[in-house]
């Protein structure tokens, strides 16, 4: 390089000078009568070490700045602005390695932006927990999930897993599947835990994936593929059987047969298995509605007039159960298919009605909607004899009913509906007795 060359120049000049320096002071001294010239022999020698010394330290100093500004990131440092004897050549070297060093930094600036801004938004929440036990929200899902948690221990999360906060505790690794409280309702989440090496320090990570609505949408799809096959199969069947009890009926009403009573007998069993035979299959054809997934078309709407309209119109087919409506706040708004709702709270409202009579004098019902986290709780509650724990789950189920009459389709069409709005429906206790079902939707 120009600037290697150069500075060694200069350098093997200062070298050289003070050699001749040194050389010049040695005969002044060794030759008799050259006071003066050994004075100015003298002060060569210190002017070329002098210059060779500030020769020396410029480049130490040069070279210091660049390892210091190296050692403390700072790539906004300039070294070019040197001259003389090779230092700006130096310096314009030095500027470069750091222009070099400043783009890998940036590089590597940008990698970490983006990594964190990965981590942040990915949807699945993520904790890390430290060697002293303190557990941190990585990314927004974790800060969003555990909104309600107050500390930093593991201790802190009980409130939603016992079993959850003993993991977190413990540490370890592994894959598990766990029943939590998110929203005041259960759901289960998958938990997963690794241990990774933070800064020489072990640290454990864990992931919290809510995977209720995936395996409720499961679960709806494989009743909806049972029933649809069911009823294909059924149908199939018993065509031909009504098609055939119709023809023989019609067989049998002839003229010539009349007279016969064992032909009547006949005649009339063969009517009622054909009129049977017709309405199972209008009956199987109906059922073939809760085998369609319900087409969902959100908006945005305030719960209080809707929910007002929905009384009136329960209040007109069943004007002796009187309805509580409660909507708080008054101005709470609500993100889902406004059709659909409705049908579900239409049904909700009548089997808790049909649920009252003959329980109660004084039959009630409650309609409560309001805001808890990021959800909006729908609640129709009644003072009936309540669902027992073992049926919470199979009312739900398609043509599962406790009813002489029932037919078990509302329940399950209303459980479709909830899971088509990415929410949840469950059966409670209600406060004063009977049953409270709550349906769960995410919030606007």
């Known amino acids: 390089m120009g600037s290697d060359r150069r500075f060694t120049l200069v350098l093997a000049g200062w070298v050289a000078l003070l050699g001749a320096a040194l050389a010049a002071s040695v005969s002044a001294f060794m030759l008799p009568g050259l006071g003066a010239g050994r004075i100015v022999a003298l002060l060569g020698v210190a002017g070329a070490t002098a210059g060779l010394w500030l020769h020396v330290r410029q480049t130490n100093r040069t070279v210091a700045r660049f390892i210091e500004a190296l050692r403390f990131g700072d790539s906004a440092t300039r070294f070019g602005l040197e001259r003389g004897a ?11 390695a750091m222009a070099r060093a400043h783009a890998r930094q940036e590089v590597m ?8 801004a990965l981590v942040d938004d990915m949807p699945i929440a993520l904790l890390t927990v430290d060697a002293e036990g303190q557990v941190t929200p990585a990314n927004k899902a974790a800060r969003r999930l555990f909104r309600d948690v107050e500390g930093a221990r593991a201790e802190d999360y009980a409130r939603y897993s016992a079993t ?23 759901q289960n989440v998958l938990v997963r835990q690794a241990s990774l090496d933070r800064l020489g320090r072990r640290t454990s990570v864990v992931t919290v994936q809510p995977v ?22 059924i149908l199939n069947s018993l065509t031909p059987v009504t098609s055939l009890a119709e023809t023989a009926a019609g067989l049998l009403q002839a ?15 063969v009517v009622a298995l054909a009129r049977r035979a017709s309405g199972l299959s209008h009956f199987i054809e109906a059922y073939r509605a809760i085998a369609r997934s319900p087409e969902v078309r959100r908006q945005r709407f305030l719960a209080r007039p809707w929910a007002e309209e929905l009384v009136r119109i329960f209040a007109a087919e069943a004007a002796e159960v009187p309805i509580m409506l409660i909507v708080e706040p008054r101005d709470l708004p609500v993100d889902a298919d406004p059709d659909l709702l409705a049908q579900v709270v239409i049904n909700l409202l009548r089997n808790a009605r049909q649920a009252m009579e003959g329980h109660t004098d004084t039959p009630h019902i409650t309609l409560r909607l309001k805001p808890y986290g990021q959800a909006v709780l729908l609640e129709v509650e009644d003072c009936g004899p309540g669902v027992p724990p073992a049926l919470r789950h199979d009312i739900f189920l398609p043509f599962f009913t406790t009813r002489a009459n029932g037919t078990g389709v509302g329940l399950n069409l209303a459980r479709q509906i909830a899971i088509a709005h990415d929410g949840t429906i469950e059966v409670r206790d209600a406060a004063g007795g009977g049953a409270l079902i709550r349906l769960a939707l995410p919030r606007a």
């Not at 090779?86 to 470069?96: H, M, V």
């Not at 003229?255 to 069993?269: G, T, Y």
């Open 255 to 269: 003229p010539d047969l009349a007279a016969e009573p064992r032909i009547a007998d006949a005649r009339a069993a």
């Open 164 to 186: 959850l906060a003993r993991q977190l505790a413990e540490g370890g690794s592994g894959e598990t599947m766990l029943l939590i409280a998110l929203d005041g309702m259960p």
């Open 212 to 233: 209720q609505g995936m395996l409720n949408a499961v679960e709806a799809a494989a009743q909806t593929d049972l029933v649809r096959v069911l009823t294909h199969e």
């Open 109 to 116: 600036t940008g990698e970490l932006r983006f990594l964190e």
């Open 86 to 96: 090779g230092f700006g050549e130096l310096g314009q070297a030095l500027d470069a």
